[in-house]
């Protein structure tokens, strides 16, 4: 064979192997790693944007933390100042009750303090009455006068 029929003839071979590589190899496995390319690219923007949105919740979520330990404190604050109230009233009304009880006691007091000096005083003219009487019926002596004394003393 002649050089220039196998040159030519390992020509077409290598042309056919670049056909085949570039038509059956090369156009897929370049389509696959353009694929997996964007793939790849299309998970880093959605890493990207994942982490932008989780510093964005985080952010609100702060923010809504915050509002809501205000409120808190303010609901606790109003609590608090009812709370207050309704101690204030409860002393007041707690101090009228005993003021009114203190004086209906000191009426009472009296009343039967006035009672009993009454009763006293009753009991003292019966008694004192029951002596003269005992004094006038009885002769004058000193012995006798001071036996009735000593029975009106010990009456009283």
């Keep these: 064979m002649n050089i220039t029929a196998t040159l030519i003839a390992q020509i077409i071979a290598f042309a056919l192997l670049i056909w085949f590589v570039n038509k059956v190899l090369w156009g897929p496995m370049s389509k696959m790693l353009d694929d997996r390319q964007k793939r790849i690219a299309d998970g880093l923007a959605a890493a990207e944007k994942g982490k932008h949105d989780l ?27 009812r709370s207050n109230t309704i101690l204030e009233e409860a002393r007041g009304n707690a101090r009228t009750e005993g003021d009114r009880m203190i004086a ?6 009296e009343r039967e303090a006035h009672r009993v000096k009454e009763e006293l ?10 002596g003269a009487s005992k ?8 012995k006798a006068h001071s036996n009735i004394l000593n029975d009106i003393i010990a009456q009283i």
């Design 55 to 81: 510093e964005l919740a985080e952010k609100r979520a702060k923010e809504e933390l915050q509002q809501a330990k205000a409120k808190a404190a303010e609901i606790i604050a109003q609590a608090e100042k």
């Design 121 to 130: 005083r009753r009991q003292v003219a019966a008694v004192a009455v029951a």
């Design 135 to 142: 004094i006038l019926k009885r002769e004058i002596d000193a």
């Design 104 to 109: 209906a006691a000191q009426a009472e007091i």
